[in-house]
C-alpha cells in the first residue's frame, strides 16, 4: 500500500518525518482526511489536533498556528508549535487556561480578548491531546 | 625601567593580569559551545524557512493579482526599524556596529523624532536609544541565549499587527548577520512591505507546482503572510544571536592574548628588576669588604 511521508516542521526544527497511511486534521474550513496521491492543495490549520495513522496506530499532535502542504506523496505541515503528546507540559497548560478564562472574565479591550482567547484555544488544545 | 622597589608591584600585576586572563578565557569556552549551539539552532530553523517561503513564493507565483496589505507598498508617512542587539556587552563591535549603521541611517533619513519608531531587542540597543531621545515603541530585554520561537513570538506578531494597523508603513530589519565564527556583518534587510516576493519567485522556479487551495488564495495569504513575516524575524533574531557569540567569542580570544602578551612583558621586568637587586646587593656586598681591607 502507498503511503504519505509526512514531515511536521516547526521554527524550533523538525518535530516528525515518517510514512503513514493517511493525515487527519483540522482546517480553518473543516475536516480534511488526506490520503496518498491527493491533489496539491494548501490549507491553513486550525489550532488543533492531527491525527497520522499507519497501520493501527494513531498519532496525535497539538498544532496552532499552521498550515499543510499536500503532494501527492507528501505531506508538509508547518506550524509554529508541533507537540507530541509526551512533550505536552500538563501543569503548564492547566496554569496557561486559568489564566487565559481569567483574562476573559475581566472586560478587556479586542485584541486582549483575541489573544486571551486564543491562549484558551492553545491550552484546551494541549490538554485535550495530553489525555 | 622600573626601579628595584616595583618588585613587588609588578608580581602584583603579574597576579592580576592573570586573574583577568582566567576570566577571559573561560569566557571564551563558554561563548564558543554557546556559539555552537546557536548555530545549531539556526540550522534547524532552515527547514521550517524554507518551506514557508517556498509556499509564499509559490502562490506569489501563481497568482501575481493577489491582493493583501503587506504585499503592497504604500506612502511612508512613519517606518519602523526592528534592532538586534544584546543585553550583555563585552562583545567586541557586535553592539556598537549595529547601532553605528542604524543610527546614521535614521539620521539621514528622518528630520524629526515622529518620522520613526524603533523595536528593539536587547539592553544595549534599548539605553542607547534612550540616551538619545530616539522613540522606542516596543522593546525586549532579556532575550534568553538560545531563544525558541515562543520567546519572540509575541514581539515579533505586535511588530507584524503595528504594520497592518498602518501605524508604520515599512519594516526595516538591522542585525549583525553570521557568516562564519570570525566574520559577523551588519546587514539591513526590508521586512515589510514583502515586496520582493516576485523575485523570490523567480529564483525558486518552483512554479510548475499547482496548488488547490482552500478556500482561497486570499484567505491563505491572510494567513500565510504574518507568519512569513514572523518567521524573518526569528530568522534574524538567531542569526543575531549566533554573532553575539561568535563576536563575545573574539573579543575574549583578543583580551586573552592582550593578557598573555602583557604577562610575557611583566615577567621579563620582573626578571630584570630581580637580577638588578641581586646585582646591587652584591656589589654593596664587595663594596663593604673593600672598606673593611
Known amino acids: 500500500m502507498k503511503t504519505l511521508t509526512v514531515s511536521v516542521v516547526t521554527?524550533?526544527?523538525?518535530?516528525?518525518?515518517?510514512?503513514?497511511?493517511?493525515?487527519?486534521?483540522?482546517?480553518?474550513?473543516?475536516?480534511?482526511?488526506?490520503?496518498?496521491?491527493?491533489?496539491?492543495?494548501?490549507?491553513?490549520?486550525?489550532?488543533?489536533?492531527?491525527?497520522?495513522?499507519?497501520?493501527?496506530?494513531?498519532?496525535?499532535?497539538?498544532?496552532?498556528?499552521?498550515?499543510?502542504?499536500?503532494?501527492?506523496?507528501?505531506?508538509?505541515?508547518?506550524?509554529?508549535?508541533?507537540?507530541?503528546?509526551?512533550?505536552?507540559?500538563?501543569?503548564?497548560?492547566?496554569?496557561?487556561?486559568?489564566?487565559?478564562?481569567?483574562?476573559?472574565?475581566?472586560?478587556?479591550?479586542?485584541?486582549?480578548?483575541?489573544?486571551?482567547?486564543?491562549?484558551?484555544?492553545?491550552?484546551?488544545?494541549?490538554?485535550?491531546?495530553?489525555? | 625601567m622600573k626601579c628595584l622597589a616595583s618588585l613587588r608591584d609588578i608580581q602584583k600585576r603579574i597576579d592580576s593580569t592573570s586573574k583577568t586572563k582566567q576570566i577571559t578565557k573561560a569566557m571564551e569556552m563558554v561563548s564558543a559551545s554557546k556559539m555552537s549551539k546557536a548555530e545549531e539552532n539556526a540550522k534547524s530553523f532552515v527547514p521550517y524557512s524554507e518551506k514557508i517561503q517556498e509556499v509564499v513564493a509559490n502562490i506569489a507565483n501563481n497568482n501575481m493579482d493577489v491582493v493583501h496589505p503587506m504585499l503592497e507598498k504604500r506612502d511612508v508617512k512613519k517606518s519602523g526599524y526592528f534592532v538586534i542587539t544584546s543585553d550583555r556587552g563585552l562583545a567586541g563591535a557586535y553592539n556598537s556596529g549595529v547601532l553605528k549603521k542604524i543610527y546614521e541611517a535614521i539620521h539621514t533619513k528622518h528630520q524629526s523624532t515622529d518620522e520613526y519608531t524603533i523595536i528593539v531587542v536587547g539592553r544595549v540597543g534599548y539605553e542607547f536609544f534612550r540616551k538619545r531621545g530616539m522613540p522606542v515603541s516596543k522593546s525586549m530585554l532579556g532575550m534568553a541565549d538560545?531563544?525558541?520561537?515562543?520567546?519572540?513570538?509575541?514581539?515579533?506578531?505586535?511588530?507584524?499587527?503595528?504594520?497592518?494597523?498602518?501605524?508604520?508603513?515599512?519594516?526595516?530589519?538591522?542585525?549583525?548577520?553570521?557568516?562564519?565564527?570570525?566574520?559577523?556583518?551588519?546587514?539591513?534587510?526590508?521586512?515589510?512591505?514583502?515586496?520582493?516576493?516576485?523575485?523570490?519567485?523567480?529564483?525558486?522556479?518552483?512554479?510548475?507546482?499547482?496548488?488547490?487551495?482552500?478556500?482561497?488564495?486570499?484567505?491563505?495569504?491572510?494567513?500565510?503572510?504574518?507568519?512569513?513575516?514572523?518567521?524573518?524575524?526569528?530568522?534574524?533574531?538567531?542569526?543575531?544571536?549566533?554573532?553575539?557569540h561568535a563576536a563575545r567569542m573574539t573579543a575574549m580570544r583578543n583580551a586573552t592574548d592582550n593578557a598573555n602578551e602583557l604577562i610575557d612583558d611583566l615577567t621579563l621586568s620582573y626578571n630584570r628588576a630581580r637580577q638588578a637587586a641581586i646585582t646591587q646587593e652584591i656589589n654593596e656586598i664587595i663594596g663593604g669588604v673593600a672598606a673593611l681591607e
Open chain 1, 11 to 131: 521554527p524550533d526544527g523538525p518535530v516528525l518525518e515518517d510514512g503513514f497511511d493517511m493525515v487527519s486534521c483540522k482546517a480553518e474550513n473543516g475536516e480534511l482526511g488526506i490520503l496518498p496521491g491527493h491533489i496539491p492543495m494548501v490549507a491553513p490549520l486550525t489550532i488543533s489536533s492531527v491525527r497520522l495513522k499507519h497501520d493501527d496506530n494513531i498519532k496525535n499532535l497539538a498544532v496552532s498556528g499552521g498550515f499543510l502542504e499536500v503532494r501527492p506523496d507528501n505531506v508538509t505541515i508547518l506550524a509554529q508549535t508541533a507537540e507530541k503528546p509526551v512533550d505536552i507540559d500538563v501543569e503548564r497548560a492547566e496554569k496557561a487556561k486559568q489564566r487565559a478564562e481569567r483574562r476573559l472574565q475581566s472586560k478587556q479591550d479586542d485584541v486582549d480578548f483575541q489573544r486571551a482567547a486564543s491562549a484558551l484555544k492553545r491550552a484546551m488544545n494541549r490538554l485535550d491531546i495530553a489525555r
Open chain 2, 146 to 244: 538560545q531563544p525558541d520561537f515562543n520567546d519572540i513570538k509575541e514581539l515579533a506578531s505586535e511588530t507584524v499587527q503595528m504594520f497592518a494597523d498602518e501605524e508604520i508603513d515599512e519594516l526595516t530589519m538591522y542585525y549583525n548577520h553570521y557568516k562564519s565564527a570570525i566574520s559577523q556583518v551588519v546587514t539591513s534587510k526590508q521586512i515589510l512591505p514583502l515586496t520582493d516576493l516576485a523575485d523570490m519567485a523567480g529564483s525558486t522556479g518552483t512554479g510548475n507546482s499547482q496548488y488547490e487551495y482552500e478556500p482561497d488564495q486570499e484567505q491563505i495569504l491572510k494567513v500565510l503572510l504574518p507568519q512569513y513575516a514572523e518567521s524573518l524575524i526569528y530568522g534574524a533574531l538567531l542569526d543575531g544571536k549566533a554573532s553575539e
